[in-house]
Nanobody, 116 residues
Framework: QVQVVESGGGSVQAGGSLRLSCALS????????TGWYRQAPGKQRDLVADINNRGITSYVDSVKGRFTISRDNAKNTVYLEMNSLKPEDTGVYYCKILTSAGPRYWGQGTQVTVSS
């Protein structure tokens, strides 16, 4: 059965770093594209970073220069490296995977809390 497992969240002070992982397992198909979404308390879930099938990345303005999305195709894993974290980055982070066959999967979410 296909699984998408997120990990790497936690609580850090402002200026700290975290690396989130999103692993697609037990799938016949590889990752086609992935988006990382953030849902802050009381707010909607918004796209933060994306990497498409060509490896092209995009970021919301508020995280440009601080966050990096990357992919390890051999491991079917996508990462979100978060540096210089700010309290405004606090929220639940979800990965959304589009596989090469078409089906889409959401991760379970991982909490990121940044304190000042």
């Amino acid at each position: 059965q296909v699984q998408v497992v997120e990990s790497g969240g936690g609580s850090v002070q402002a200026g700290g770093s975290l690396r989130l992982s999103c692993a697609l397992s037990r799938s016949t198909f590889s990752i086609y594209s992935t988006g990382w979404y953030r849902q802050a308390p009381g707010k909607q879930r918004d796209l933060v970073a994306d990497i498409n099938n060509r490896g092209i990345t995009s970021y919301v303005d508020s995280v440009k220069g601080r966050f990096t999305i990357s992919r390890d195709n051999a491991k079917n894993t996508v990462y979100l490296e978060m540096n210089s974290l700010k309290p405004e980055d606090t929220g639940v982070y979800y990965c959304k995977i589009l596989t090469s066959a078409g089906p889409r999967y959401w991760g379970q979410g991982t909490q990121v809390t940044v304190s000042s």
